[in-house]
């Protein structure tokens, strides 16, 4: 409760209450609106606290899973801010430009990605020197161009698992991408926005800079535990694997030493048996030839 009533507090501080005018409302987000103050509307902060705690769990699972959650934020306030977040937890984002059809025309983009690192290989490793000077330049300028959009992605080799939304109203092509594909998707939803467009919906004021800077940091921690959480498992896995492979070791050489052990038996057991016998061959038995007592011939 105690961290509750400091989260509240934090949120509190970082303006995230603060909602918009009441003329520009959606009257979808009723229930998260605590009340109205000189025509703007007041955010409740216990359903904002509630729904980011839901949200941050349910990151977590993902990132522990080892999918990837792409941050999508091309707000001016907001670029920053999220790039950095996203940087810290190894996980993609779009902050510049959502280009159409990022997600549901994956392989042509990913051949962009391919051409932007070719070229950057190209500048590198000194290929291009066999370049004119104006050639050069040409591909500096492409790469460059092309890092901007589609720096956020270069590694993200497949779809991911769900996006995070800064403002759903801003990012309402990404949200309809995401939603075609069934992708699972996180949101900062003001109260100009609907609420029921994403999957795990923050009331949060999505215009402030600290407002959002607040709620993406405790996102991203929350994906950092998941990313902790996976990594001491695995390397649980990895010593259970090795101390089960090393009692196998074990068991064989046992076996090993036990089936020579039984070699070692059976072959004293024969040579008892030919000592008593000339040139180490055993005793032949002599039958018995002597007549019964008292017979006849």
């Not at 400091?6 to 603060?18: D, I, K, T, W």
């Not at 810290?88 to 902050?95: C, E, R, S």
């Not at 790469?143 to 801003?170: C, N, S, T, W, Y």
């Amino acid at each position: 409760m105690e961290n509750n009533t400091s989260l509240q507090q934090q949120l509190l501080e970082a303006g995230v209450h603060f909602g918009h005018l009441k003329k520009k409302w959606n009257p979808k987000m009723l229930p998260y609106i605590f009340a109205e103050k000189k025509g703007i509307h007041i955010i409740d902060l216990n359903k904002t606290v509630d729904h980011l705690q839901q949200t941050a769990a349910a990151m977590k699972q993902i990132a522990k899973s080892g999918k990837k959650i792409m941050f999508v934020a091309t707000k001016k306030q907001a670029k920053e801010i999220v790039s950095e977040c996203a940087k810290k937890v190894n996980m993609p984002f779009a902050t510049e430009r959502w280009l159409g059809g990022m997600l549901t025309n994956f392989n042509t983009v990913r051949k962009s990605v391919k051409k932007m690192q070719s070229i950057e290989k190209m500048l590198n490793d000194g290929s291009a020197e066999s370049l004119t000077k104006k050639e050069r330049l040409t591909l500096t300028r492409d790469k460059e161009k092309m890092e901007k959009v589609l720096g956020g992605i270069a590694q993200l080799g497949r779809l991911p698992a769900a996006l995070f939304l800064v403002d759903i109203g801003h990012e309402h092509i990404a949200l309809a991408e995401a939603k075609r594909l069934g992708i699972t998707t996180f949101g900062m939803v003001d109260t100009n926005c609907d609420p029921n467009k994403v999957d795990f919906a923050i009331p949060a004021n999505d215009d402030a800079t600290k407002s959002i800077a607040i709620i993406t940091n405790y996102l991203t921690a929350a994906i950092a535990e998941g990313l902790v959480e996976r990594q001491a498992s695995r390397e649980e896995e990895e010593a259970h694997d090795h101390d089960s492979n090393e009692n196998e070791a074990k068991a064989r050489r046992l076996e090993a030493e036990a089936q020579a052990e039984g070699g070692r038996g059976r072959r004293g057991r024969g040579a008892a048996d030919t000592a008593g016998a000339p040139g180490g061959q055993p005793k032949r038995r002599v039958p018995n030839t002597r007549r019964p007592a008292g017979g006849g011939r």
